[in-house]
């Protein structure tokens, strides 16, 4: 029997994060099952290339008046919300992030004096970050009470959530996927040139929005003692606050040569595929989305143990686990990938094998649309 066309509307940020790839990828597999998908946002998420017929866009807009210190972009995203309930009919709101993506939707659907029910996924930082500022601790709560059923991207950050919230909705873990067609490995004669890196040079790389909770120093740190031993670059690639002055540091310790900065890139699958190692030593990660695009392409991973990673990560099989902090010892755990073969490429094998039996898109978008489905029977 077939199953009815579901009518989702999507609350997310539209940025370059790991929720916002992951709500715009899922919507996209979800549009190509047949549902018909409306993104409510400030602006079309970034992985909106292509036009999909199943795929739709309400802006939310909100403007500047003078009396408002801050515009209040909550309440005109509750109104959006509420008017799409109604005039597209909608069967569930997925909801990308707590606060403030929960609240608005539950104000939505008081406004609609609608039935309808809300999935809330929780991330990451809006409960290891948010969830401890006393300003915000309660209305989180309240929007993950609200909701009808509550995912997290992995089991420690469901742990946490339960053991700092108590909340009363159930919280069930469905991890992130990868976008296969995406990221596999790519042939990349041309990108050595271009970024002048030998063809005998190994590659590191991290990939991130670069905030403090990323904890970039470490790698540096990590890279100073790696290179006095191998011939090897580092690239850092991406954007974000902790950028200009980590630059600087870079050049002051007059490393500029070996640390390439790259900016924001829509060649990762490419430059992934060029590198040797992935390195992720934050001191936060509900899931760490960018060691399934780096397993995919085949490279191990060197990282903290620390949130979600050890969920991914499994030490010794696909890379390499170290406590936050432990410059020396991501610094041995890296120069055993580059100089021990086999066991490189046992890893390489590992990693993709990870990604396979653990976080196909079809496995996880599956348990995905089973909830979607149970939640908009509720209605
Ligand atoms: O890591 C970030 O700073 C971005 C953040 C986001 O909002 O996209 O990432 C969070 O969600 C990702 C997708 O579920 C996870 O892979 C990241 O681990 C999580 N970040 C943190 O927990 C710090």
Same mark, same amino acid.
């Given at each position: 029997q077939q199953q009815r066309r579901l009518k989702v509307g999507v609350i997310c940020y539209?940025?370059?994060g790991g929720s916002g790839v992951v709500a715009t990828e899922l919507g996209k597999k979800m549009a190509d099952k047949g549902h018909e998908m409306h993104y409510i946002t400030?602006?079309?998420?970034?992985?909106?290339l292509d036009a999909h017929p199943n795929i739709q866009f309400h802006e939310v807009k909100i403007e500047g008046y003078a009396v408002f210190k801050y515009p209040p972009y909550d309440i005109a995203l509750a109104n959006r919300i509420a008017q799409v309930i109604q005039t597209e009919g909608l069967d569930l709101l997925h909801v990308h992030y707590a606060v403030p993506h929960a609240i608005s939707a539950v104000l939505a659907k008081d406004m609609a004096d609608s039935a309808i029910g809300i999935i809330t996924t929780l991330h990451g930082t809006d409960v290891t970050i948010l969830g401890y500022d006393p300003a915000l601790k309660n209305t989180l709560s309240y929007g993950i009470n609200k909701s009808d059923r509550v995912t997290a991207v992995s089991d420690s950050l469901k742990n946490e959530t339960i053991e700092l919230l108590h909340p009363t909705t159930e919280i069930e873990t469905i991890y992130n996927f990868i976008d296969e067609e995406k990221y596999f490995p790519h042939e990349t004669v041309y990108l050595r040139e271009e970024l002048g890196i030998a063809p005998d040079e190994k590659i590191l790389i991290h990939i991130s929005n670069?905030? @403090?909770?990323?904890?970039?120093p470490d790698i540096i740190e990590s890279f100073e003692l790696i290179r006095r031993k191998h011939n090897v670059k580092l690239l850092l690639v991406g954007e974000g606050p902790e950028k200009f002055e980590l630059e600087q540091d870079v050049q002051k310790a007059g490393l500029q040569e070996d640390i390439l900065?790259? !900016? @924001?890139?829509?060649?990762l699958p490419e430059l992934l595929s060029e590198s040797d190692v992935m390195l992720l030593l934050s001191? @936060?990660?509900?899931?760490?989305l960018v060691l399934l695009e780096a397993f995919a392409c085949r490279v191990p991973a060197v990282a903290t143990?620390? !949130? !979600?990673i050890p969920e991914v990560v499994e030490d010794g099989y696909n890379g390499f686990l170290v406590e936050l902090g432990d410059v020396q010892a991501v610094a041995e755990k890296v120069s055993q990938l580059l100089t021990d073969d086999q066991l490189y490429k046992q890893m390489q094998e590992n990693a993709e094998l990870t990604v396979q039996q653990h976080f196909s898109s079809e496995y996880i978008v599956s348990q995905y649309e089973a909830l979607y489905y149970e939640v908009a029977e509720m209605k």
């Open positions: 539209p940025s370059l400030s602006s079309k998420p970034f992985r909106f670069f905030r @403090k909770v990323k904890c970039i900065f790259l !900016g @924001k890139r829509d060649d001191e @936060k990660e509900a899931f760490g143990a620390i !949130g !979600g």
